[in-house]
């Protein structure tokens, strides 16, 4: 297992992105290759879930687009990734809030967290 | 093929270098050391004898710890020939993953994962039956007919049925190399080796 921990040590890259955890809206900004242009797109939402260790660790965010529910399954060393901002700490009881995709509305909210 | 002897030590990911995630199983084979040479003039055929793991000496005959005396190394545990070697490797030179270090891809035997004895739709994919309605009943994974009637009166030979499943030596074909590390014997391929963590696999040319 050592050796397994080690060689992900090895791969990863160093990111500097804020701490967030499941409850918390963020924003991932995503480059988006398109032939030869790059260019970035935002995915705005709630985070239900994280996910994994090291460089396995993956975060879900969700988000309501057009009525419909979108959720989104983000590798979080992904090099895609460029920024993500943290637009809400939210306040929530659970580590994988997947209440959420049940609630639709004004029970879907989510509090939040007051410092 | 030339090849080593290793051991599995598990899986992971790695992001390449256009970002895509690459599931990856990390090897670790060699270094084995040569315990016996065969040649054409006196076994009959060329290869290579490697040998690999630690074993303890308590736990080794008297005729095998005199083969390894031999070849001046302590016990192995696991042995395997390879033919196709280039003819320079001698008695008790050891082999490392450099052998490697021009291959874009290699082949891992080992064993599967045993599974135990299961019934013909894990073990041979069959399809069981579709409906769980339409007069059936408690034979969902059921095998159906093994054959003709009173001609040929016998279940022909080789029939697919339930069994011991996995536990059989499985060869992975064109196994892309991700990276090598030689200083510390470790080989990253793409995708996945038969076995479990821990298990003994032969890496291929």
């Given at each position: 297992m050592d050796i397994l921990k080690e060689i992900e040590q090895e791969f ?104 | 093929?030339?090849g080593l002897i290793g051991k599995k030590i598990g899986m992971t990911?790695v ?9 990856c199983t990390v090897i670790e084979a060699g270094p084995c050391v ?16 490697i040998a690999y793991a630690e074993k ?20 192995k545990r696991k042995m395997h ?13 050891s082999i490392t993953l450099d052998i490697f270090k021009?291959?874009?891809?290699v082949?891992v035997v080992g064993y ?63 196994l892309?190399v991700v990276k090598i590390i030689s200083e510390r014997n470790l080989i990253i391929v793409k995708?996945s080796v038969p076995g479990s963590k821990g298990s003994y696999l032969i890496v291929e040319?």
């Amino acid at each position: 297992m050592d050796i397994l921990k080690e060689i992900e040590q090895e791969f990863l890259t160093e990111n500097n992105f804020p701490d967030f955890k499941s409850g918390d809206t963020i924003s991932v900004h995503y480059k988006i290759k398109e032939g030869n242009k790059e260019r970035i797109q935002i995915f705005k939402g709630v985070v239900i879930q994280r996910k994994g260790s090291s460089i396995t660790e993956t975060f879900t965010v969700r988000k309501m687009s057009n009525n419909v529910g979108v959720e989104r399954i983000f590798p979080i060393n992904s090099p895609f990734i460029d920024k993500i901002e943290v637009n809400k700490f939210g306040r929530v009881r659970r580590a994988r809030i997947y209440y959420l995709r049940e609630l639709t509305g004004k029970k879907a909210r989510i509090k939040e967290k007051r410092f | 093929m030339p090849g080593l002897i290793g051991k599995k030590i598990g899986m992971t990911s790695v992001f390449s270098a256009e970002g895509k995630n690459i599931p990856c199983t990390v090897i670790e084979a060699g270094p084995c050391v040569v315990t016996q040479v065969k040649s054409a003039e006196k076994e009959g055929y060329d290869a290579l004898q490697i040998a690999y793991a630690e074993k303890k000496e308590k736990h080794t005959t008297s005729a095998m710890k005199g083969h390894f005396k031999n070849a001046n190394t302590t016990p192995k545990r696991k042995m395997h020939e390879f033919s196709g070697y280039k003819n320079d490797w001698k008695l008790g030179d050891s082999i490392t993953l450099d052998i490697f270090k021009d291959d874009s891809f290699v082949d891992v035997v080992g064993y599967s994962k045993g599974k135990g004895f299961q019934g013909v739709v894990k073990r041979y994919n069959f399809k069981g039956v579709n409906d769980a309605t339409h007069g059936q009943h408690n034979r969902l994974r059921a095998p159906g007919s093994l054959g003709a009637s009173s001609y040929p009166s016998r279940v022909f030979k080789g029939m697919r049925m339930a069994g011991r499943t996995g536990n059989q030596r499985t060869k992975v074909l064109n196994l892309e190399v991700v990276k090598i590390i030689s200083e510390r014997n470790l080989i990253i391929v793409k995708g996945s080796v038969p076995g479990s963590k821990g298990s003994y696999l032969i890496v291929e040319k």
